[in-house]
Nanobody, 125 residues
Framework: VQLQAFGGGSAQAGHSLRLSCTAS????????IGWFRQVPGKEREFVAA????????YYADSLRGRFTISRDNDKNTVYLQMNNLKPEDTAVYYC???????????????????WGQGTQVTVSS
């Protein structure tokens, strides 16, 4: 599975951005898709994840309510809607996929086998 994340850019605090993650190479219908983010000098952190059938969505506690993850399996695309952006949301955002992840590991970046290249999000105050 090849993943590509896009939709990043610059936004002012309080505004919104929507990131997309598309898959190619094979359908990701059976894969859990996660979003992570990383700032220089810090570890990559979990943002959100969605199971293949959209019946399970997971969020970092600090982002719940502002960020929404969704997927369209017919389009091989997962979305991350980010509302009320804050300067601390500035990071490179990565999408990742795995076909065998278990629920207890869904927030663990080491559980994901496939990664996209990342897209920069910059939020100014």
């Amino acid at each position: 599975v090849q993943l590509q994340a896009f939709g990043g850019g610059s936004a002012q605090a309080g505004h919104s951005l929507r990131l997309s993650c598309t898959a190619s190479g094979r359908t990701f219908r059976g894969y859990t898709i996660g979003w992570f983010r990383q700032v220089p000098g810090k570890e990559r952190e979990f943002v959100a994840a969605v199971k293949w059938n959209s019946r399970g969505t997971y969020y970092a506690d600090s982002l719940r309510g502002r960020f929404t993850i969704s997927r369209d399996n017919d389009k091989n695309t997962v979305y991350l809607q980010m509302n009320n952006l804050k300067p601390e949301d500035t990071a490179v955002y990565y999408c990742a996929a795995d076909g065998t992840i278990i629920q207890s590991s869904i927030r663990d970046l080491r559980a994901y086998d496939y990664w996209g290249q990342g897209t920069q999000v910059t939020v100014s105050s």
